[in-house]
């Protein structure tokens, strides 16, 4: 059990509808990664945040966005879904910005239908 | 980014030692070498990382060459348990830009056989 907690597990939705990922970090850690990951494109970042702040972005889609509560927990929204959406959906969880290892979750598994 | 450039896959037979290459000739001063694998339907799991001295933990080792533009990898003793795919990455700890960033390539999918 890393201690990053991705809810939910398992999401099925129609295409043009919108969802929500919840992450929640590591007790103590403040930066959150989210990840995408399909069959053909590996793993792909696409954002990170460090205490409630956009720290960095990636290949993430005008269609996505996302945020750092100030309890530190982040959503990943994701709206006007398209087939090519479908995908596992990681957030890993850091300490801090440095070089410590980064925690991740079991993912959602996004399908949309 | 600096790049890293990994072997699409690798085979090992059960309890012996695996070396997973990785190449990062672009590699900055302030560049860590970190590896992180993933076992099939999990998210990544952090193995190891270094900077510029080998590294050991329980998991593996981390041999880094003199120049740090290549590293390799150390199971020394496979198990089925370790069929994964293996990322090296670098992580920059300049604090510019790409500080703190943790960027996966294609990987390694290292097959264990019995």
């Known amino acids: 059990d890393s201690g990053v907690t991705q809810t939910p597990k398992h999401l099925i939705t129609a295409t043009g509808q919108r969802v929500t990922l919840r992450c929640s970090p590591r007790s103590g850690d403040l930066s959150v990664y989210w990840y995408q990951q399909s069959l053909d494109q590996g793993l792909q970042f696409l954002i990170q945040y460090y205490n409630g702040e956009e720290r960095a972005k990636g290949n993430i889609l005008e269609r996505f966005s996302a945020q750092q509560f100030p309890d530190l927990h982040s959503e990943l929204n994701l709206s006007s879904l398209e087939l090519g959406d479908s995908a596992l959906y990681f957030c890993?969880?850091?300490?801090?910005?440095?070089?410590?290892?980064?925690?991740f979750g079991q993912g959602t598994r996004l399908t949309v239908v | 980014d600096a790049k890293t450039t990994q072997p699409n896959s690798m085979e090992s037979n059960e309890e012996e030692p695996v070396h997973l290459p990785c190449n990062h000739s672009?590699?900055?001063?302030?560049?860590?070498i970190h590896w992180y694998r993933q076992l099939p339907s999990q998210g990544p799991e952090y193995v190891i990382h270094?900077?510029?001295s080998n590294v050991n933990n329980r998991m593996a080792s981390l041999a880094i060459a003199e120049d740090r533009k290549s590293s390799t990898l150390i199971l020394h003793r496979a198990t089925l348990r370790d069929a994964a795919v293996y990322y090296c990455i670098l992580r920059d700890a300049a604090g510019g830009t790409s500080y703190g960033k943790l960027t996966f390539g294609q990987g390694t999918i290292l097959t264990v056989h019995p």
């Open positions: 672009t590699i900055s001063g302030t560049d860590y």
């Open positions: 270094g900077l510029t």
């Open positions: 890993a969880s850091v300490k801090g910005l440095g070089n410590t290892e980064a925690f």
